[in-house]
């Protein structure tokens, strides 16, 4: 993957992919997606078991690997 | 690796890189390409998938997966709001106690109005099953004592014999003294902490569980029953929307508040007489510091310290100190202490009725075995 920082329509400053904030995934879904989300949302998705960084942030790909998996699973 | 554009992945190469991560083999490309084409444009252009686009579009599928059948997930947020607000409205109503009537007009205000100057027919009118023999002459220097430390001041010293009910004229003592408004504080001591906690649980006792007193003083055992024993219903509970800020912990009483009550935000602190008592104050949620007013001292001796010359000492250091200090820099203090007498010792009696004393205190001894008016 490439660890360039990716182009973000509208959601501020560029992040990086590999280590998004819980603020920043949440501008970042809501920028992309077209419905507004919240922080708490992303955060009740890492209560849940998202994977977190040791850092405290998410790698977005391995956020999208258990949106996946979750989305099977239901 | 060259590098990958995740706005544009093959889905070869999405199932490939999101099975790399740390959760393992999550991705199928049989599933990928359902959801390719079941989400269309909104992902892709069709051929390749956008990675941004697809995790968003699989947060929302997620949410709205798991919500009712016929539910959007805009109309079920409003919905969840809508719950949310009616549980936090059935919740409130239930904190208030004002509908319950827990909170009455006083049965008897004639016999209410009779015992707010008179502490005896204080105790016999509202603790007649504890005080239901006839008191003897002994009891009412006692109660008349009493009866001058709350109502005007001054610092009084009774020595009773064991099982005369010095500890229920204390305890009785206090709940007078803040039920009326006599007192806006006051500190119970005892000879140690757990004879101190004993007391307050007594009183506790009292406030709910004694119908006479809740016939009349029901602005202060309305609240205090409505606990029905969850003390931790105190913190929440509301009277008319507002809280009552009762106190319930086992070292101290706080009065609910009611409006139009003298008792309330009345306080009741208990504390062994070695334990921390220098100080002792309240912080009331307007900020206010309340210090104690009146300070009864319940046998202040235990057998041990009787028998020990320096306990005996310290203990009176205590009595000259911190305790008459209580109220304040330049306050006035009222005290009342009953007391046995195990054995004899000299720097007491010098200290309550010496009339050098700078605490100007006075003493009555009462006869040991004289007939006591309860078992």
Redesign the interface.
Known sequence: ??E?S???PNTGPLAN?AALSVAELAR??SA????P?TVE?VQA?LDAGA?VLPTGKI??????????????G? | MSKLDVRQLRVAELVRLLNSGPLGEVAQAHVVYRHLNSAGYRIGDGRKIDLLKYVAWLFHLRRTQSLPPGWTEANYEQHKEAVNARSRDLSESARDIAADGWVREPKDTERRSKAQASFRFFCEAYFSPTFHLAWSEDHLKVIGKIERAVLEGGLFAMAMPRGSGKTTLCETACLWSLLYGHHEFVALIGADEEHAADMLGSIKSELENNDLLDEDFSEVTGPVRALEGIHQRAAGQLYRGARTQVGWTAKEIVLPTIPGSVASGGIIKVSGITGRIRGMKYKRSDGNAVRPSLVLLDDPQTDESARSPSQCHTREQILAGAILGLAGPGMKMAGLMTLTVVRRWPSRSRWLVSSNCSCNGSAVRSRQGFGLPWP
């Open positions: 993957m490439a360039d990716l182009p973000q992919p970042l879904l992309v997606g077209g419905t989300v949302q998705d994977p790698n977005l790909v391995h956020y999208t690997a258990w949106l996946l998996r979750e989305v099977q239901q």
